[in-house]
T-cell receptor, first 112, second 112 residues
Framework: GAGVSQSPSNKVTEKGKDVELRCDPISGHTALYWYRQSLGQGLEFLIYFQGNSAPDKSGLPSDRFSAERTGGSVSTLTIQRTQQEDSAVYLC??????????FGDGTRLSIL | KQEVTQIPAALSVPEGENLVLNCSFTDSAIYNLQWFRQDPGKGLTSLLLIQSSQREQTSGRLNASLDKSSGRSTLYIAASQPGDSATYLCAVPMEYGNKLVFGAGTILRVKS
């Protein structure tokens, strides 16, 4: 069946611009996660959605970062006024509770 | 705060060797532990998930063990092949919500 799909696969933008990254989770998975993978920082948690509960935003690095999940399915991660330190691979995962997380191939974001 | 450490950071072996990758975590109150594989430019592929009540899980040539009390897990790869070359990551949930804390990974190269 279809896995987790992320778009775009690559994004290059100028410093100060806003970007939107999209994640289509596996159908039926109630949990959706965003992580960031950057050189020197490894993989770090950003935000977590579980069903209709309020999202856990404890990993977001600043108020320039936000995410939403519409209809319990597709999620969008938005970064406003991008900075060079935002350059990284942004990974999305989905799962059922306490089950293996399934990851997309990520969006490679480069800020010029 | 949960911290995950993986040893070695990199490993190069000839084809056919059996090998062990190590993962340690500081907080033993985990719900599960997950091993992933990451190929260059790709997302993470889940290899094995061990629930906290389990001691080990096996899938093909892979065997993962878990010792909660000592805060350790090992991933054993039997009869290694060049196709096993990748980065291997272990991760544990911060809490039941399954937000994962990752180790820095072990970069494995299997030479033919």
């Amino acid at each position: 069946g279809a896995g987790v799909s992320q778009s775009p696969s690559n994004k290059v933008t100028e410093k100060g611009k806003d970007v939107e990254l999209r994640c289509d989770p596996i159908s039926g998975h109630t949990a959706l996660y965003w992580y960031r993978q950057s050189l020197g920082q490894g993989l770090e948690f950003l935000i977590y959605f579980q069903g209709n509960s309020a999202p856990d935003k404890s990993g977001l690095p600043s108020d320039r970062f936000s995410a939403e999940r519409t209809g319990g399915s597709v999620s969008t991660l938005t970064i406003q006024r991008t900075q060079q330190e935002d350059s990284a691979v942004y990974l999305c995962a989905s799962s059922d509770p306490n089950q293996p997380q399934h990851f997309g191939d990520g969006t490679r974001l480069s800020i010029l | 705060k949960q911290e995950v450490t993986q040893i070695p950071a990199a490993l190069s072996v000839p084809e056919g060797e059996n090998l062990v990758l190590n993962c340690s975590f500081t907080d033993s109150a985990i719900y599960n532990l997950q091993w992933f594989r990451q190929d260059p430019g790709k997302g993470l592929t889940s290899l094995l998930l061990i629930q906290s009540s389990q001691r080990e899980q096996t899938s093909g040539r892979l065997n993962a063990s878990l010792d909660k009390s000592s805060g350790r897990s090992t991933l054993y790869i039997a009869a290694s092949q060049p196709g096993d070359s990748a980065t291997y990551l272990c991760a544990v949930p911060m809490e039941y919500g399954n937000k994962l804390v990752f180790g820095a990974g072990t970069i494995l190269r299997v030479k033919s």
